[in-house]
């Protein structure tokens, strides 16, 4: 799920890394599907990635659904139920195509349950505007890292995760109702402020966790499956990432 405001952060160009400029295809991001599941550790990557995100999708149209119940009003449930309606749709397409590639849908999903509900459990937000602000700072960061790895997917596989990651609207709502609040009490803003930087940390460390534990993930970063990556890009792409957590920060009026 894509959350960033964009008329503060624009969305990266299809196939390049957050912050990237275009650049040519090649390698597996010049493949479409028939071609690159050929390499049988691409395919299983592609499972795991399929797998997680579905799994943050479901995770995602859960919750929403669950902080509904904190909206101050009528207005803003309803806002919260209809995405959480477009997360439950970005789930269906991603369980959906699992199935078309010959996937166990709950299989892929599974052994990412834990630390998706692990990271939900230890980010439990107390009020309506650590809701907000989970679901605009944390889900970007994840939304970010997931673009960055759907830059050496195949052009099939590319495609639907951008699709899943488009803006449900939620960015822009979060920005003008966190922004009218610290106006209204600006003391608000610090405690907000040290709430997105524990999110900050706590997604990072789920991020980095995830991929550690799938062998086949891992290997996507770091090279061998996909193309173009080493350990040094690791690294620089978690620097993309933080930069662009520090613009969603400013967007809310908050101190990174």
Known sequence: METSDNAIEPKSTPGTPTGSAPAELTGIAAQDWATASADPKYRAAVVDLLGALAYGELAAFERLA????????????????KMASAEFHHFERLRDRLGEIDADPTGAMDPFATAL???????????????????????????????????????????????????????????????????????????LALWARRLMGEALSQAQRVVADRDALSTMLVGGVADGFDLAEVGRMFSRITEAHTKRMAALGLAA
């Open 66 to 81: 669950e902080d509904a119940k904190l909206a101050p009003t009528l207005d803003d449930k309803a806002e919260l139920a």
């Open 117 to 191: 509900d692990d990271f939900h459990r230890q980010t439990a937000p107390s009020d309506w505007l650590e809701g907000l602000v989970k679901a605009y700072v944390g889900d970007s960061i994840a939304s970010d890292f997931y673009r960055e790895v759907a830059a050496r997917l195949d052009s099939d596989t590319r495609g639907l995760v951008l699709a899943v990651l488009d803006d449900t609207g939620h960015g822009n709502f979060a920005v003008e109702k966190v922004r009218a609040a610290i106006e209204a009490e600006p003391r608000v803003g610090g405690r």
